[in-house]
């Protein structure tokens, strides 16, 4: 089993459509849970970053985190054909630590 | 413009040919590390670096070396490259510990 597991998509979505995307992992020590975008053919870039469990909001983009469940998503609304790209979950045990990144979710929003 | 820059962008080249791939970085950043990029794995750690003359292994070291000589320098040295290191190559730093890495545009290796 991975340790970090992402459903590679392609997901497709109308714009203005409200897109999740999951990811589970299998260990309970992570406290640090990030979400990067990857644009085709660039760098991921950070997007949101959360500690623990809860909900973090940032403009059209919220981040949650389930430790119970092991269980880490992010919310798009009105989503736009600019949200097209892959997205990372990443995660890690303590600030210093490796981050471990799952596959990613490719997205396409259609306009 | 803070920014991490890696060369070349693009490369092909044959089995056992020694290459570097540069990385450097102008935010003044502690940490440094190396990953690649295959379908369906997604990013793994090749190296990183704490600080200058501070390097260990990553979750994918064999085949590659790197060195930190100065801060803003990260090579990454494949002495001799084979097929199965044709992947996607990123370079990131961050200040403080790894909460926000910066990746740089990526290299492609082909390895013929």
């Known amino acids: 089993q991975k340790e970090v597991e992402q459903d590679p998509g392609p997901l497709s979505v109308p714009e203005g459509a409200i897109v999740s995307l999951n990811c589970t992992y299998s260990?309970?020590?992570?406290?640090?849970f990030m979400w990067y975008r990857q644009y085709s053919r660039k760098g991921p870039e950070l997007l949101m970053y959360?500690?623990?469990?809860g909900n973090k909001e940032d403009g059209r983009f919220t981040a949650q985190v389930d430790k119970s469940s092991k269980y880490i998503s992010l919310f798009i609304r009105d989503s736009q054909p600019s949200d097209s790209a892959t997205y990372l979950c990443?995660?890690?045990?303590?600030?210093?630590?490796?981050?471990?990144f799952g596959p990613g979710t490719s997205l396409s929003v259609i306009p | 413009e803070a920014q991490v820059t890696q060369n070349p962008r693009y490369l092909i080249t044959v089995t056992g040919k020694k290459l570097t791939v540069t990385c450097s970085q102008n935010?003044?950043?502690?940490?440094m590390s190396w990953y690649r990029q295959d379908p369906g794995l997604g990013l793994r750690q090749i190296y990183y670096?704490?600080?200058?003359?501070?390097?260990d292994k990553g979750d994918v070291p064999e085949g590659y070396k790197v060195s930190r000589k100065e801060k803003r320098n990260f090579p990454l040295i494949l002495e001799s490259p084979s097929p199965n290191q044709t992947s996607l190559y990123f370079c990131?730093?961050?200040?403080?510990?790894?909460?926000?890495?910066?990746f740089g545009p990526g290299t492609r290796l082909t390895v013929l």
């Open positions: 990131a730093s961050s200040g403080q510990g790894t909460d926000t890495q910066y």
């Open positions: 260990n309970s020590a992570f406290q640090y």
């Open positions: 959360t500690y623990s469990s």
């Open positions: 990443a995660m890690k045990k303590t600030s210093y630590d490796k981050v471990i």
């Open positions: 935010m003044n950043h502690e940490y």
């Open positions: 670096s704490m600080n200058v003359e501070v390097t």
